[in-house]
């Protein structure tokens, strides 16, 4: 293209990775079921009823879970080839407990121990110069 990359928008990009994502359930799905139903019929043809077709649904496990490795290895390569290109974005959000600018979010039991123990201490105080008069 004359030296010009064309760059596509970033709801295209999005939109790409959900159709990934969304094959590897159909993968996994068909692997299995092509192997136990090419059992079946192998079963059929040879006579060994049981066995062809858990052999054919071991070997359909065992595709659907190379397809999902093979799946997860390039969206681990596409995530790093992004992250090499746009540099590591900042979180979109914070993490309560790193935030330096708000003051700390207390629970309504530790506001109520606080509360107890502000009547405890008066309460003391009162009974201390009750018997001290």
Not at 6 to 15: D, L, M, N, Q, S
Not at 16 to 34: K, N, P, Q, Y
Not at 42 to 58: N, S
Not at 77 to 85: G, H, L, M, N
């Amino acid at each position: 293209m004359n030296g010009k990359e064309r760059k596509r928008p970033p709801k295209v990009e999005e939109w790409r990775g959900v159709g990934s994502l969304g094959t590897i359930g159909l993968e996994v799905v068909l692997s299995i079921a092509f192997g136990y139903f090419g059992g079946r019929w192998l079963d059929g043809k040879f006579g060994t009823e049981p066995y062809l077709a858990v052999l054919g649904f071991c070997f359909g496990i065992g595709a659907a879970v190379r397809a999902f490795q093979r799946a997860l290895r390039e969206m681990k390569a596409q995530a790093e080839r992004e992250e090499r290109e746009q540099g590591n974005p900042l979180p979109r959000y914070d993490a309560p407990d790193e935030r330096k600018d708000e003051a700390p979010i207390t629970s309504a039991s530790d506001e109520d121990t606080n509360v107890a123990k502000d009547d405890e201490g008066a309460s003391d105080g009162e009974s201390d110069g009750r018997r001290g008069g």
